[in-house]
């Protein structure tokens, strides 16, 4: 078997080349390197042309086409075959990631060559850095993003357990444009100055960063996709993935923000538990978080299958275990160190307003934090809730928008038209036991509701097992 | 509840029929129950199918058919319960048990741009057929499913029938133990349905047990030696299903109810005023003999296959002149109707929620 072309793979070739397309494509780029030559001939702009062309095959085609893989074997009827078959995830993985834009990355090898010959007569384009540095980004970045579409349908299930259909690839789309616009390489008309980055304290430049930030997140994206395949295959696994690439941004972004004074510790704890809360919210709202899941969690763990019991875990409830655990050790590594991780700094500073100096004490600090994992139980007990009432993802989601807006926007504007400083008794806005003690009691009742809404199957089907 | 003894009749099998008396079960479901959110869909369901049997899953739409297929086939989770297959549990370990079952949707999809050897030789390597075997796997399925010729041709141009066909193929090209096959013959013509039963039967000789499901009872009674009825998401009966004559078993010592029609040469009317028979018939039956017509008799009765072969001897030395002696074969229709209109409350509760 280990000597066999992946059938993945070799299907998808079957698919997306033949002798037609593969003459096809380097006829028409001839051509249009023609036309350039006879108009405006200069290599840079036929360098700059190769160069966009080379970007957008990388980045939006491969990406439309890898986002369509997975979605035309559901539409088609072919996906349960696919399942039900002997390859691995890891086959179907990369035959889809691979083997679908088989021909996109033919087409880009030729835009590319077409861009490095022609770049290497006008040098002045190649900017500061080495013109691989440029290369290697796109095929990082390319990667990442068609990693992403081929997870998305796989990752955000719907209600039934079946893959979305509707992910929209333009999300994907969006995100991959922004990173693109953001990353400072200065693709076709660096000016030769020489520009760096600190990150974590280490002297780089923009560029490297850049390039090494493509690389970490393809390799994320790839992981991504193969347990994504994996969970679609049903091999059992535990949800580990997400909360640590979600504690990988906040940790990179806390290497390249403002809490430079800060300890090590301290800002790789509090960019991870950042990055998961966000998420973490984004998460409750968008995906559904069924009593009926967790009956099936409840019933292995009675049966005393435990790791199938975690296996099945939504990722929100992953991430918001792993945000309020983030949450409880900031708070905790603060206490510990006697408040020397934090002192003069404003780490908090995300959602807390500080006063003053624009610094926050231990017990601010500390305060906030516990307040942040108490209100994640709550919001997540209530995501629960939700789901309990209402019949549809859109309409769930909605119940959802307007509770937050509620907590986060309402209660803290009326509790302020009462008082100057009526909000601070709902949000930490600098330490007061208030607003922990009121998260408190909100979660408390959050549950008790969710408790009395629990319906009578789960108890009966726990007391059976 | 497990099967009763399988008895088959000389139309509809090639196999020997004891074979399967004797076989130990291949797929085995226990109290299997299976929630949407909001909706229980399978509720206490449990059975076994025996090794090389064919079981007719019927029920009306929304019964759960198509749910239990889904479980049987390990891509749907029950919420309790476990489904066997040869010993390994579905439910826990489904990857290892798919490559023992072959599954076809009752909305199946093929790769309409591939040809079908294409989709068999891709079929076969994704289910662990070596390249070096790939090109005779995928001759020998086509030619047992009579579609060598379709090979070359794109899917997309093929007929209904040879999709269903080349659908089949891709399920079966591994040699799967269980063939699980939900409303096959939906849209086909019955030219395309009374071949598709004739490839199923050779596929049963051929030691594949299978599950289908269909609303087309005729079909299905075609090749089906089971029947297996939900209704509401609920089991209402699994049974073996009678047929026309005993096979050539061994006798079974075994009383049973029987139902058996015998066709007289001379009239009833004529032979019933002079023979012993006759009363003999109403000592064993005094209720159960109905006279369908002059020569027509249908008696209910328990017997043990002694006591039927007595029957029918007294009958013969009592001067009846017989025609035709055995056990009434119900159609699958008939016992359909008969289990739903047996078990009405069962069929109608659903459990609270």
């Known amino acids: 078997m280990s000597m066999q072309l992946n059938p993945e793979f070799r299907r998808q070739l079957w698919l997306q080349i033949s002798a037609t397309r593969l003459i096809l494509a380097p006829v028409v780029i001839a051509i249009v390197v023609a036309l350039l030559a006879s108009t405006e001939p200069t290599a840079s702009s036929i360098h700059g042309t190769a160069w966009v062309a080379l970007s957008l095959a990388v980045l939006f085609w491969g990406t439309s086409v890898v986002g369509t893989s997975i979605r035309d074997e559901i539409t088609g009827r072919t996906w349960n075959q696919q399942r039900m078959s002997r390859l691995t995830p890891w086959q179907l993985m990369s035959g889809k990631l691979f083997g679908a834009t088989s021909y996109v990355w033919y087409v880009a090898l030729l835009c590319a060559l077409v861009a490095i010959f022609s770049g290497r007569a006008d040098a002045g384009a190649l900017g500061s850095h080495s013109p691989a540095v440029e290369y290697v980004f796109l095929l990082a970045l390319g990667l990442f993003a068609h990693s992403v579409a081929l997870m998305a349908p796989l990752a955000f299930q719907s209600g039934s357990g079946e893959p979305r259909v509707s992910v929209p690839t333009i999300a994907v789309f969006a995100l991959v444009f922004v990173a693109f616009k953001a990353a400072p390489l200065g693709l076709t008309g660096g000016n030769g100055e020489s520009v760096h980055t600190e990150w974590f304290g280490m002297t780089t430049t923009p560029q490297l960063l850049a390039m090494w930030t493509a690389l970490s997140l393809a390799a994320w994206g790839i992981l991504g996709a193969w347990r994504a395949m994996r969970q679609a295959l049903q091999v059992q696994q535990l949800p580990w993935a997400l909360p640590a690439f979600l504690a990988f941004i906040g940790v990179w972004a806390a290497g390249n923000t403002g809490l430079s004074e800060t300890s090590m ?10 990055a998961l809360a966000a998420a973490a919210w ?21 049966a005393r299958e435990r790791s199938r019991a975690i296996t099945g875990v939504s990722a929100a409830t992953s991430v918001v275990a792993f945000a309020v655990v983030g949450a409880l050790l900031v708070a905790a590594t603060t206490v510990t160190s006697g408040g020397a991780e934090v002192a003069g700094v404003r780490p908090a500073g995300f959602f807390v307003k500080t006063a003053g100096s624009g610094t926050l004490d231990v017990a601010s600090h500390v305060g906030a934090f516990l307040w942040l994992a108490l209100v994640l139980l709550r919001d997540f007990a209530f995501t629960l809730l939700a789901d309990t009432f209402t019949t549809s993802p859109r309409r769930r989601s909605a119940v959802i928008l307007l509770y937050l807006l509620f907590m986060y926007v309402a209660v803290p504007a009326a509790l302020q038209t009462v008082s100057s400083d009526g909000s601070d008794w709902w949000l930490p806005t600098q330490f007061a036991a208030a607003p922990i003690i009121l998260a408190l009691i909100t979660l408390l009742a959050m ?9 009578r199957t789960v108890t009966a089907i726990a007391t059976k097992s | 509840m497990a099967a009763g003894p399988v ?3 000389p139309r509809s099998l090639q196999w020997d029929a004891s074979v399967l008396r004797k076989s130990p079960p291949l797929l085995e479901v226990r109290s299997l129950r299976f929630d949407y959110p909001n909706h229980p869909a399978l509720s206490d369901i449990s059975f076994t199918l025996a090794a090389g049997s064919v079981t007719a899953l019927v029920g009306p739409n929304g019964a759960g058919k198509s749910t239990l297929m889904r479980c049987i086939a390990g891509l749907a989770e029950p919420l309790s319960g476990a489904v066997y297959l040869d010993g390994v549990a579905i439910t826990d370990n489904p990857r290892l048990a798919h490559r023992d079952i072959g599954y076809l949707e009752d909305e199946f999809g093929l790769y309409d741009e591939l040809t079908a050897s294409q989709c068999l030789h891709y079929a076969a390597a994704a289910r662990g057929v070596t390249d070096a075997n790939l090109d ?8 047992q499913l009579d579609i060598t010729h379709c090979l070359p041709k794109r899917v997309r141009e093929l007929s209904r029938g040879q999709r269903q066909r080349v659908a089949i193929g891709q399920a079966i090209i591994s040699a799967p133990k269980l063939l699980v096959l939900d409303e096959p013959a939906s849209g086909l013509d019955p030219e395309a349905r009374a071949s598709l039963a004739g490839l199923f039967r050779r596929l049963q000789g051929d030691g594949i047990t299978l599950l289908v499901s269909s609303h087309i009872l005729t079909e299905l009674e075609a090749y089906s030696t089971h029947m297996l009825v939900l ?21 079974r010592s075994e009383r049973r109810k029987r139902s058996l029609d015998v066709v007289l040469h001379v009239p009833w009317r004529d032979w019933a005023t002079l023979t012993t028979a006759g009363e003999q018939i109403q000592a064993i039956a005094p209720d159960r003999v109905a006279v369908t017509d002059a020569t027509h008799l249908h008696i209910e009765a328990e017997f043990d296959d002694a006591g039927q072969i007595a029957l029918l001897q ?6 009846a002149q017989v025609l035709s002696f055995g056990e009434t074969r119900q159609t699958l229709a008939a016992s359909y109707e008969q289990s739903i209109a047996d078990a009405p409350a069962a069929a109608d509760s659903r459990s609270p929620q």
């Open chain 2, 7 to 9: 008895r088959n009749g």
């Open chain 1, 447 to 455: 549950v008790g509701a969710l408790i009395s809404r629990m319906p």
């Open chain 2, 231 to 251: 209704r509401a998401g609920r089991m209402i009966e699994y049974r073996a299903l009678s047929t026309v004559a005993a096979d050539a078993a061994p006798l």
């Open chain 2, 314 to 319: 007294q009958l013969v030395s009592g001067g």
């Open chain 1, 282 to 302: 984004v998460l409750m709202l968008w995906e559904p978080q069924s009593l009926f899941t967790w009956q099936r969690i409840r019933m292995h763990w009675a």
């Open chain 2, 136 to 143: 005779a796997r995928t001759d020998a399925v086509a030619a």
């Open chain 1, 265 to 274: 510790i301290i800002r790789v704890l509090i960019g991870a538990t950042l």
